[in-house]
């Protein structure tokens, strides 16, 4: 096939929600579609269980978890499908956001009972902020739940979206009687067992009366009044506009009960995304440019502490890549070819020759990988948009065992390079702080330090509220500030400067006291 068929049969997304919304139920059933899985169950949640936040097989569990299940690939009607897992603990939200960089489309599922939560929230400012296409999945029809067009106000005034209902439900709960799909006219009956297939859904119009000897009388008239309803409000669906990410389609189903997901699948293979093209700081690249071109948004270390070999992650941006081919690792200006390349087919890994656009490969890496690295055939390029945002937690680590301040050192060197956690550097005297998202990430990091670098740590408080990047062409008043904050600036681990604040006033206040330097909420500006 040529590269240009290649590219446009390849759709990779994720799958992003509040925990408990049914992301792991919805991935199994469209991976039982693909055929990649035989039965349901094998998908393992990647949800940190409750009260085991500070179980340590815990995490070792989910880190196992999370590399068997970060890419998963199959294929339907010849569409090859690339769904990329997402964590769903809000502590690793930095990892959620850099997964989202190398997603062309995204599905949120939200849960009906429960509307739209924290966690869809914050996932979906990235969605909006990158433009990324967004379809919305309601789930759980099969319990009682808000109305639905309660629902559809709800996601359009608190996702600030707009939204296209696709398919509608007939009744819901205990008396859910089905859902017609309003884009291709067919009405799906709700039996009410836990399928491992779909069955194929009735073609049947809302305005014929056949439809009546279904769902009855009562319900007929329901969804008649409902689809009236539906299209006075919003305007006829229209692919652009969801390419766009002006507009977000949604269907209504239950995950668990296999019902609505083959309608949502069909209408994704339809209308989502081919591989779109990338932002790098020297130009735009294009997917279907000859020349490969990738970059990694992920690094996922060696369960085995005694091989301290990790996996990348790289999302292929353009191009072929291919195996045993020499490529330029554009931050340290070194060719290097990969062996084993791997490609990941549901939750088996297997070497591969090539990977077009769109793919996701892992390659074994013995240290030479940061995320937001850059490979190419041998052009200097670095792609954008995997921005460091403020973390929200701060300590300082000091090393609790001076025979091993070697290991911690580099230890905390490539926990970073991993994205674990954020590293600053006071400047005045030269005392490390780690900043995360969330308290869990403090316990993974001394755990990891342990097992796998032998090095032991220590925190010790520290107050401060964000850490923000920032510049200014005023370079008097850059010095001005540095000089009265001194105790407060740091630079990152890529050398550029941070100011520490103390609280939301701090901070308004030096905007105040120094207008002309500009401070960022996260690295990329
Ligand atoms: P997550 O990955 O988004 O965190 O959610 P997950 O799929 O693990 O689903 C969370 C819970 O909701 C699970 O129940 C799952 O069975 C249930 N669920 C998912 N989809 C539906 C649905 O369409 N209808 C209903 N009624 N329930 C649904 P659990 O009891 O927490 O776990 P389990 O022990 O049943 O696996």
């Not at 240009?4 to 799958?15: A, L």
């Not at 009260?51 to 690939?73: C, K, L, N, P, Y």
């Not at 407060?488 to 681990?493: G, H, T």
Request: net charge negative; with cysteine; aromatic share 10%.
């Amino acid at each position: 096939m040529s590269l240009k068929g290649e590219i446009d049969r390849r759709r990779t997304f994720g799958i992003v929600s509040h925990p408990d919304a049914g992301k792991t139920t919805l991935t199994e059933k469209l991976l039982l579609f693909g055929g990649a899985i035989r039965v349901a169950g094998a998908v393992k949640s990647n949800k940190i269980k409750k009260g085991a936040t500070s179980d340590f097989m815990e995490i070792e569990r989910q880190r196992g978890i999370s590399v068997a299940t970060s890419v998963m690939g199959f294929e339907y009607k010849d569409i090859k499908i690339n769904i990329l897992d997402t964590p769903g603990h809000q502590d690793f939200a930095e990892d959620t956001y850099r997964t989202l960089t190398a997603v062309d489309s995204v599905i949120v599922v939200i849960d009906a009972a429960k509307g739209v939560e924290a966690q869809t929230r914050r996932l979906m400012r990235v969605c909006r902020m990158r433009k990324t296409p967004v379809i919305v999945f309601i789930n759980k029809l099969d319990r009682e739940g808000k109305d639905p067009f309660e629902l559809l106000d709800e996601i359009e005034n608190e996702l600030d979206i707009k939204v296209r209902p696709l398919s509608w439900p007939v009744g819901m709960g205990k008396r859910l009687r089905g859902i017609y799909n309003m884009y291709d006219g067919k009405l799906n009956i709700f039996t009410g067992e836990d399928k491992q297939v779909a069955e194929e859904p009735i073609q049947i119009s809302a305005d014929s009366d056949e439809i009546i000897d279904y769902i009855g009388e009562d319900y007929t008239q329901q969804l008649r009044d409902d689809i009236e309803l539906v299209n006075g409000v919003y305007p006829p669906f229209e692919n652009q506009t969801y390419l766009n990410a002006e507009v977000s389609p949604v269907f209504f189903g239950s995950a668990l009960y296999n019902f609505g997901v083959k309608e949502l699948l069909e209408c994704f293979i339809d209308i989502a995304p081919t591989p779109r093209p990338s932002e790098a700081e020297e130009r735009h690249v294009d997917a279907y440019e000859n020349k490969f071109t990738g970059f990694v948004f992920k690094i996922h270390a060696n369960m085995d502490p005694k091989h301290r070999d990790r996996l990348a992650f790289i999302k292929i941006c353009s191009g072929v890549f291919q195996r045993n081919t020499n490529y330029l690792h554009v931050r340290n200006g070194k060719k290097i070819k990969f062996s084993s390349p791997t490609a990941f087919m549901a939750s088996k890994k297997s070497v591969i020759d090539e990977a077009y656009p769109g793919d996701i490969i892992g390659l074994h890496d013995t240290g030479n990988f940061k995320i937001g690295d850059t490979l190419t055939e041998n052009e200097q390029l670095h792609f954008k948009g995997l921005p460091s945002f403020s973390p929200e937690m701060f300590k300082y680590i000091e090393n609790d065992d001076p025979m091993k301040s070697k290991q911690l050192a580099k230890g905390v060197d490539q926990l970073m390079d991993e994205g674990v956690a954020q590293l600053f550097t006071v400047k005045m005297n030269g005392r490390k702080i780690i900043g995360t998202v969330g308290a869990l990430q403090f316990e993974v990091i001394e755990y990891r330090l342990l097992h796998e670098y032998g090095a032991k740590c220590r925190w010790e408080p520290v107050g401060f509220h964000k850490a923000v990047w920032f510049d200014s062409k005023n370079t008097e008043q850059i010095e001005d500030f540095k000089k009265r904050k001194y105790k407060q600036v740091a630079e990152d681990k890529h050398g550029n400067d941070v100011y520490l604040a103390e609280s939301a006033f701090d901070l308004d206040r030096a905007k105040e006291k120094f207008p002309d330097i500009n401070f960022h909420l996260t690295n990329e500006f």
